[in-house]
């Protein structure tokens, strides 16, 4: 979930949501409330598992840079990267995903104490959830 930074009546933190419009024939119409998933956060993680797939099938470790450095040349980096201070722009462009759900949750979470470790005292918070229970078509727009 990509958090909005607000909360409504019924839970602290929600997803973002977006009205975007859809052309059907050549007539656009008006689609509100769809969840955002931007098209940097799923770029992470499939950059995210890609690395640890790799490097699982090479047997490399925490440290070894050239199977990181290949993929980044892929998916881009942000600025501040030890090995890329400046970021990177990537070789693929993905467009952001906005999904109209099937049903929102939510749940119950208790705030740690970075300290100690242990629960905060009075420190209760709800997150609201987005479900979506259908494949999902991600397109790339160029390599």
Excluded: W
């Excluded at 979930?1 to 949501?17: E, H, I």
């Excluded at 931007?38 to 047997?59: E, M, Q, T, V, W």
């Excluded at 119950?108 to 494949?135: C, M, P, W």
């Amino acid at each position: 979930m990509f958090g909005s930074g607000f909360g409504d009546s019924q839970a602290d933190m929600t997803p973002v949501k977006e009205h975007i419009v859809c052309y059907d024939g050549g007539k656009g119409v008006i689609k509100e409330s769809l969840t955002l998933l931007p098209a940097s956060s799923i770029k992470g993680a499939i950059l995210h598992r890609s690395i640890y797939h790799l490097n699982l099938l090479d047997y490399k470790f925490i440290g070894d840079s050239d199977t990181h450095n290949n993929l980044i040349t892929i998916f881009g980096t942000q600025k501040g990267n030890k090995e890329f201070l400046d970021g990177k722009k990537g070789k693929i462009l993905m467009s952001d995903l906005f999904i109209e759900v099937d049903d929102e949750r939510v749940f119950e979470h208790v705030a740690i104490d970075r300290f100690r470790g242990g629960a905060k005292e009075g420190a209760l918070f709800q997150e609201k959830t987005s479900i979506y229970n259908k494949s999902i078509n991600l397109d790339i727009l160029s390599l």
